[in-house]
């Protein structure tokens, strides 16, 4: 596996300016291409907002690219999504920042965070298909 880490960014409710930013810069740097890169910054911060209402007020944002995929990975240590153990929220029928961070970016995977605990959100795009 090869694998390029652009970004690693703790967050709270404040931060969200800079996750917008930082995110922004570095896909500039890795030279993904408008109108892409807006898209997938927006699909990122409705995911880093997600992790801030329902999971705990605060996550954890890593941004790389392995294998020719560009992912963004928001985790937190709320109760989340996947609540208190069923599968029900593996959905994102029901919840209007993850059903349009899936809809701007076509991929979005949802999982218990590490340790079991909280909510891991994950976008990813082909990066041939987004570059200069």
């Known amino acids: ?5 652009l970004l ?3 967050f709270t409710r404040s931060d969200l300016p800079l996750v917008r930013a930082r995110v922004a810069e570095s896909l500039f740097r890795a030279g ?6 807006g898209t997938f910054v927006q699909a990122a911060l409705e995911i880093a907002c997600n992790a801030i209402v329902h999971g ?3 996550g954890h ?8 995929e560009l ?8 109760p989340g999504l996947l609540g ?21 970016t076509g991929r979005l995977k949802l999982c218990r965070g590490p340790g079991g605990q909280g909510t891991s959100a994950t976008l990813a795009v082909r990066l041939e298909a987004v570059s200069n």
């Open 61 to 68: 944002l890593v941004l790389h690219v392995t294998d020719g």
């Open 56 to 58: 705990g007020g605060s």
């Open 32 to 37: 993904v291409s408008e109108p892409v890169r």
């Open 84 to 104: 208190n153990g069923t599968a029900q929220a593996t959905s994102t029928h029901s919840n209007p920042g993850l059903r349009l961070a899936e809809a701007l």
């Open 1 to 5: 596996m090869n694998e390029n880490c």
């Open 71 to 78: 992912l963004c990975e928001v985790t937190d240590h709320g």
């Open 8 to 10: 690693r960014l703790g």
